[in-house]
């Protein structure tokens, strides 16, 4: 029904397991329609290229005719999924959850087909939860298995605090499963433990039990850590243009090959090629990583916008030149600053996107005036007309 190497792309290419792999296969070769699932916890307002990963796998699989349920978790949101974490989460409000979904659905809907994605919302079924049915749900595991857990283990083994409300969120996870009768569910390798929740409940309650799809953990511009907002080595899905191909040009040589891989359609022979000509070192890094950006700011806007932004890098980061179309502030369009620092002139001009942000660049060392570092979160009055930089890309022109 399809083409074999088309199911062999999907369940292979940028795929760290698949459970269980022959069955899935098999059933891609004989079923038309499958429902694909995939939750989100708008925990946050906005999505970077480690999520990214996953949801282009889930744009492969629509290419071959299957459909997306994706499940916005207004419930578990207000929980906050203890993945891989150390401590508590902070339980977020309702109206939060729906300001951070508006914001991270048209994000998803860059890389994700919409016209083949179904959007449920967890209140459809939770919305009428009564206590009954929540007993109902914990009476069908032990607290031994959700012990079993790396981030649970590693807690309780160290006397840390695990809230009741976080062993309510891999339940509620998997019945998801059940109430949109899950084919396949997707997610990163350390969503394992609920996507096998998930199946053992369709199990349990007499649905087929999903198969599980997880794809690798993309690790951020360190080179070292899952990629992450808080850790400050993302790049976001709504970054410019400028500063997309910006971050992408300053990851370190370890990660041109698995960004090739789980980010853009390379041909599995040339990334084949790729890797051997790096560890030949007969391909200067530099090149690869300028096809890189360019490829991936490319998709997440368009090629006159990649373009651009290669041109920018060349001529602001490369030949340290100010770029002639910088944007220019106005500092007198402020009025009266007395008492406002430069964190907050950062924030207007756009540099940063909190002043608690600012502060950090500045104690970072990241933000220049002319080409002097500024080391102090110096007033306003003091700042005259010249060049401000944050980093190596974001770049305004200051006036009088």
């Known amino acids: 029904m399809f083409k074999a190497n088309n199911i062999d792309t999907a369940l292979k290419r940028g795929v760290s397991e698949v459970i269980v792999e022959s069955e899935l296969r098999t059933l891609m070769s004989t079923k038309t329609n499958l429902r694909l699932k995939m939750g989100f916890d708008p925990s946050t307002s906005d999505i970077h290229l480690g999520h990214v990963v996953g949801l282009r796998k889930l744009r492969q699989f629509q290419k071959l005719g299957h459909t997306v349920v994706l499940i916005v978790g207004d419930w578990t949101a207000q929980i906050g999924d203890p993945s891989g974490r150390s401590s508590v989460r902070k339980m977020l409000t309702a109206d939060e959850v729906e300001q951070n979904a508006a914001t991270y659905l048209n994000q998803f809907f860059k890389i994700v087909d919409k016209d083949k994605t179904e959007v449920r919302w967890q209140s459809e079924w939770f919305g009428s939860f009564d206590l009954s049915k929540v007993i109902e749900l914990t009476s069908m595991f032990t607290v031994a298995q959700f012990l079993a857990r790396d981030d649970f283990s590693k807690r309780f083994k160290e006397q840390k605090p695990i809230a009741i409300t976080e062993f309510l969120y891999p339940l509620l996870q998997a019945y998801d499963s059940v109430a949109i009768n899950s084919d396949v569910e997707f997610g990163g390798t350390d969503q394992k433990f609920n996507l096998l929740v998930g199946r053992d409940m369709q199990q349990m309650m007499g649905q087929k039990p999903q198969h599980c799809l997880l794809v690798p953990i993309l690790v951020g511009t360190d080179g070292a850590s899952k990629m992450s907002k ?41 990334l084949s090629s790729t890797k051997a000509a790096l560890k030949d070192n007969k391909v200067n890094p530099m090149d690869l990583k300028k096809d890189l950006a360019i490829t991936v700011v490319r998709d997440m806007h368009s090629a006159p916008d990649a373009e651009k932004a290669a041109l920018h890098f060349k ?41 608690g942000e600012a502060k950090r660049l500045i104690t970072q060392k990241a933000v220049t005036l002319d080409g002097s570092l500024i080391e102090e979160n110096m007033s306003i009055n003091d700042i005259k007309s010249g060049i401000l930089k944050v980093g190596k890309r974001q770049i305004i022109r200051l006036k009088k």
């Open 230 to 270: 808080s850790l400050n080595n993302s790049i976001g899905v709504s970054d410019s243009a400028n500063n997309m191909y910006g971050k992408l040009m300053s990851i370190n040589d370890a990660l041109i090959c698995p960004y090739f891989e789980l980010l853009t359609d390379i041909s599995d022979e040339a």
């Open 315 to 355: 001529n602001t980061v490369q030949s340290k030149e100010a770029p002639k179309d910088m944007p220019e502030f106005v500092l007198s369009s402020l009025g009266n600053v007395e008492g406002q620092r430069l964190s907050s002139l950062l924030v207007t001009c756009g540099l940063a996107k909190s002043v």
